[in-house]
């Protein structure tokens, strides 16, 4: 098909997450709620607290295409174990929670990387891969509200653990304002099952 007579077809943005456990995600949405009463910044106590690991744009009927490879890579990879420990900082606009376990979260960036080609919708826009994830504490932060805000969180103690097992396939039409579910992905670790079956 030629680019002109795919631009007709609707196009959305996607993210690819990991979600995190209920009782941790009100952990964080309570320091969110702090920051936000702290440093008039109602936007911190919007949206989940989530690990973003993937963006892109891409036309919607590839859809079904990148869920079948997105499974296949999914499903070879182990689960593992994810922390938060403390807090990190992008000057001058983001204050995040540090994933302190970023080996793992790496190798499933890298794995993820084999699936590009069907994410790229054209030159200008290809798939952005989070090299160092993180979760948003608060974002387009003014410089004041970086700055005091830094100040404090860069002092507080905060730490949270929890098995990552699943990754969730997240889609937001055009002139749509929210994401949607589109997909769960379950780690299973198949790929090591298969190699360990053909040994014995």
């Known amino acids: 098909m030629q680019p002109d007579i795919l631009s007709n077809y609707a196009t959305a943005e996607y993210m690819l997450v990991i979600e995190l456990p209920e009782v941790l995600r ?18 911190a106590v919007m949206g989940r607290p989530q690990i973003t690991l993937l963006r ?20 070879a990879h182990a689960t593992f174990l994810v922390e938060l420990n403390g807090f990190s900082g992008l000057p ?5 929670f540090q994933i302190g376990t970023q080996t793992q979260v790496g190798l499933l960036i890298k794995s993820l990387r084999t699936v590009q080609h069907l994410l790229k919708i054209d030159k200008e826009r290809k798939p952005h891969f989070i090299t160092e994830p993180y979760v948003t504490l608060a974002n387009k932060l003014l410089p004041w ?16 653990r929890f098995m990552a097992e699943q990754l969730v396939l997240l889609r937001r039409r055009e002139g749509a ?10 780690m299973k670790n198949e ?10």
Do not use: P
């Open 92 to 96: 001058t606009h983001t204050i995040c």
């Open 56 to 75: 892109f744009q891409q036309f919607e009927m590839i859809e079904k295409r990148i869920i079948h490879r997105l499974q296949v890579v999914t499903e």
């Open 26 to 43: 009100e952990e964080l949405q309570a320091v969110k709620k702090h920051f936000a009463d702290s440093y008039d910044c109602a936007a």
């Open 145 to 160: 509200q970086y700055e005091k805000g830094w100040l404090e969180m860069s002092h507080m103690h905060f730490s949270g």
């Open 177 to 186: 304002t929210k994401y949607e579910t589109v997909k769960r992905f379950v």
């Open 191 to 200: 790929k090591t099952h298969t190699v360990q079956g053909a040994l014995f």
